[in-house]
Nanobody
């Protein structure tokens, strides 16, 4: 299984970016992409990695950390095996390396922030928000 995050870049404060996480290889596991919850995490300079948002396998459940609620939207297209993170009204404090991760997490509403619940991780994509 591989996850590939992309879409990062440099943007001014107040701007928008859309990150994509493209998955592959799930058929080798005997399961499908839609069996897996997907989360976005970020690591800001000098900070611990933190959960940003997560979405259930079906896409009908989404969860956000308080600092991004109302600004970020997570969604998925299971046919394309892709999860998106639409980031609007970006702030300098959103500057971070963003990672996507997938896991079999039945209680996503309570566990989405626990990085050890995720089985697969992609390499990060850097988002830089200038003032």
């Amino acid at each position: 299984v591989q996850l590939q995050a992309s879409g990062g870049g440099l943007v001014q404060a107040g701007g928008s970016l859309r990150l994509s996480c493209i998955a592959s290889g799930f058929s080798d596991s005997g399961l499908t992409f839609s069996d897996y919850a997907v989360g976005w995490f970020r690591q800001r300079p000098g900070k611990e990695r933190e959960a940003v948002a997560a979405v259930t396998g079906s896409g009908d459940g989404t969860y956000y950390t308080d600092s991004v609620k109302g600004r970020f939207t997570i969604s998925r297209d299971n046919a394309k095996e892709t999860v998106y993170l639409q980031m609007n009204r970006l702030k300098p404090e959103d500057t971070a390396v963003y990672y996507c991760a997938a896991g079999l997490i039945p209680l996503l509403y309570s566990d989405y922030e626990r990085d050890y619940e995720y089985d697969y991780w992609g390499k990060g994509t850097l988002v830089t928000v200038s003032r």
